[in-house]
């Protein structure tokens, strides 16, 4: 586990507290901005984790926001052995209340979970919004169990392809509320802190889903990405 800064704590929290007062219009926002551009990016790591999940999971969504993801889960009658959801902002952890699942307040840089907890880890429009995005993900890799499946999401630098990528740019610039990412930094960061298969999955719009494999270890074999 990484320590805290002093520079990246202070950055971050100005971050928490901008998405503590968005709490209770934050679902509004979000489905806006997945009408315009997004929407094919997070519906492809949707799809990615039910083809992934199973009865003995135990799936980390890391930056849950309000708990949308978890919560349709649910509602489709997915039911792993265990959810975790996590985010270091209270307000919207506080709208996942009505959830039956374990709830986590925390830093996505530092997570507060032992090595090897998870069989999924899902991260989406959460990673842009940190000073240290890679360092998000070192921690993200760590908490992944051997064989496990990694979702990451998030706004990248891709070149704009249309009015919707430019308002949007425009937008998340004005608000202070992330930065588009490089992939292939992303990926790279990816297999250098564990080793995996990585995949890009298709999606248009200024996002990007990508998952990564975790190899199992030599006694266990190594399992491809899906």
Known sequence: MRPVTNAMAYHDDRAIRLYDRLAPVYDRLHRRRLRISGGEAQAALEAAVRVEIGPDSQLLDAGCGTGRFARRLLSEGVMPKQITLLDPSRPMLARCADLPVQKTHGRLEVLPFSNASFDIVTCAWAIETLPEPYDAVDELARVLRPGGLLCLTFCADKPPQGCADW????????????????????????????????????????????????????????????
């Open 167 to 226: 308002i949007m740019r425009k937008r998340l610039s004005c608000r202070n509320t992330g930065r588009f990412l490089d992939i292939d930094f992303i990926r790279t960061r990816m297999t250098q802190t564990m080793p995996c298969a990585v995949r890009l999955l298709p999606s248009a719009g200024d996002a990007a889903t990508m998952i990564a494999r975790r190899h199992r270890d030599k006694h266990s074999g190594d399992c491809r990405a899906s």
